[in-house]
């Protein structure tokens, strides 16, 4: 299945013959579909499972025209859902991924509500917070072009992965690997730069008044030492969208899905079920 989209697209699991439900997983800043890797074996078992690689990231085209905010990003996502004919939608997004499929999910409330099935949103991108000291560094253009070509992006990653993880031990340098390799290329780091400096919505406010109309099953999903992310963007979250519930994962930062993956996993499978 190709599209003329600016994303990377991978399918895998279940046929998407009606009456199958489709899971499409959106990862957050700097991420790739490798932050999935954890929950998708278990995943293609019970449903037609769709990784995308935002546009500018990993291995998705990183075309210079300065368009790589959230809701540029939201709107290639909809139009992808759309043009694939993707029925039972559930949508997973960490951090910014979780801002974007809000995106999208208010995107198809407005024009095919009938294909959203639900939302999980794992320590989600939402409300106005302070700036991510990464994020707010990789505004600086010229600076933070510099130390990645200097010092590299394998260093830079493992700086920050600790930076954001409840304990670093668990970092290896595989992980490092995996999210630092599709930062080589010039284009991929300029594209990171460019995200950052469109990471909040212009009409942030106005999409945030609309959370109440998502009246969908909802997951929220946190790491309760979470300092990327705070708690209290998910617990405002949960208490705003209509059928919401939340859960707080101890000992954990701002990564669930793989600093405990079989602990939010075992979350994730009991919110499916439910909801099958």
Same mark, same amino acid.
């Given at each position: 299945m190709t599209f003329d989209?600016? $994303?990377?697209?991978?399918?895998?699991?279940?046929? #998407?013959?009606?009456?199958?439900?489709?899971? $499409? $997983?959106?990862?957050g800043y700097g991420g790739s579909s490798f932050s999935w890797r954890y929950w998708v074996p278990r995943l293609t078992a019970r449903a037609?499972?769709?990784?995308?690689?935002? &546009?500018?990231?990993?291995?998705?085209? &990183?075309?210079?025209?300065?368009?790589?905010?959230?809701?540029?990003?939201?709107e290639l996502i909809c139009r992808?859902?759309?043009?694939?004919?993707?029925?039972?939608?559930?949508?997973?997004?960490?951090?910014?991924?979780?801002g974007v499929v809000l995106g999208v999910a208010l995107s198809l409330l407005d024009c095919e509500p009938e294909r959203l099935k639900q939302l999980v949103l794992v320590a989600s991108a939402a409300y106005k917070q302070r700036t991510p000291p990464f994020v707010s560094f990789a505004r600086h253009r010229r600076l933070a072009t510099a130390v990645l070509r200097m010092l590299g992006a394998h260093f830079v990653i493992r700086h920050v992965l600790k930076s954001i993880v409840f304990d670093q031990s668990t970092v290896t340098d595989s992980q490092v690997t995996g999210y630092a390799e599709p930062f080589d290329s010039p284009e991929a780091r300029r594209?990171?730069?460019?995200?950052?400096?469109?990471?909040?919505?212009?009409?942030?406010? &106005?999409?945030?008044?609309?959370? &109440?109309?998502?009246? %969908?099953?909802?997951? %929220?999903?946190?790491?309760?030492?979470?300092? %990327?992310? #705070?708690?209290?963007?998910?617990? /405002?979250l949960a208490n705003e969208l209509p059928?919401? /519930?939340?859960?707080? $994962?101890?000992?954990?930062?701002?990564?669930?899905?793989?600093e405990l993956p079989e602990e939010s996993w075992e979350v994730l499978q009991r919110f499916l079920d439910d909801r099958s």
């Amino acid at each position: 299945m190709t599209f003329d989209l600016p $994303l990377h697209v991978e399918t895998l699991g279940l046929d #998407p013959e009606p009456g199958i439900d489709t899971i $499409l $997983l959106v990862h957050g800043y700097g991420g790739s579909s490798f932050s999935w890797r954890y929950w998708v074996p278990r995943l293609t078992a019970r449903a037609h499972v769709v990784l995308v690689d935002m &546009k500018g990231f990993g291995s998705a085209p &990183k075309p210079d025209d300065g368009q790589y905010g959230p809701k540029h990003q939201s709107e290639l996502i909809c139009r992808l859902i759309l043009q694939a004919d993707f029925q039972r939608v559930t949508l997973i997004g960490h951090s910014l991924g979780g801002g974007v499929v809000l995106g999208v999910a208010l995107s198809l409330l407005d024009c095919e509500p009938e294909r959203l099935k639900q939302l999980v949103l794992v320590a989600s991108a939402a409300y106005k917070q302070r700036t991510p000291p990464f994020v707010s560094f990789a505004r600086h253009r010229r600076l933070a072009t510099a130390v990645l070509r200097m010092l590299g992006a394998h260093f830079v990653i493992r700086h920050v992965l600790k930076s954001i993880v409840f304990d670093q031990s668990t970092v290896t340098d595989s992980q490092v690997t995996g999210y630092a390799e599709p930062f080589d290329s010039p284009e991929a780091r300029r594209a990171l730069i460019d995200t950052a400096l469109a990471i909040v919505p212009p009409d942030l406010g &106005k999409m945030t008044a609309r959370f &109440k109309e998502l009246d %969908v099953p909802t997951l %929220v999903l946190w790491g309760r030492h979470d300092r %990327v992310v #705070p708690l209290w963007v998910g617990e /405002r979250l949960a208490n705003e969208l209509p059928d919401a /519930r939340i859960e707080i $994962l101890e000992s954990c930062g701002h990564m669930p899905a793989e600093e405990l993956p079989e602990e939010s996993w075992e979350v994730l499978q009991r919110f499916l079920d439910d909801r099958s």
